[in-house]
């Protein structure tokens, strides 16, 4: 456990750390609803921000940005 989190450690600044990330996020092309603190945003989650945000595609076709919330999968309607 200790080399794997020295090897990422060493990768933290690479394209590579974040390419791996992204390979293994399951939510990335399901429909999402993310529940935060004021508002509910239903719709795709399409990719992930550098900064860790994670994207989400709504109906009416804008992007918007989600650092911090409960997403919960959701079956096309």
């Known amino acids: 456990l200790i080399d794997r989190i020295?090897?990422?450690?060493?990768?933290?600044?690479s394209d590579e750390l974040v390419d791996a990330w992204k390979?293994?996020?399951?939510?990335?092309?399901?429909n999402v609803r993310?529940?935060?603190?004021?508002?509910?945003?239903v719709g795709?989650?399409?990719?992930?921000s550098t900064d860790g945000a994670l994207l989400i595609?709504?109906?009416d076709g804008s992007i918007q940005r989600v650092l911090a919330g409960d997403v919960?999968?959701?079956?096309?309607s």
């Open 57 to 59: 595609k709504t109906p």
């Open 6 to 13: 020295e090897f990422w450690y060493r990768q933290i600044k």
């Open 23 to 30: 390979a293994r996020l399951t939510t990335l092309g399901q």
């Open 72 to 76: 919960s999968l959701r079956p096309l």
């Open 44 to 48: 795709q989650a399409v990719d992930t």
């Open 34 to 41: 993310i529940e935060g603190a004021h508002q509910a945003i």
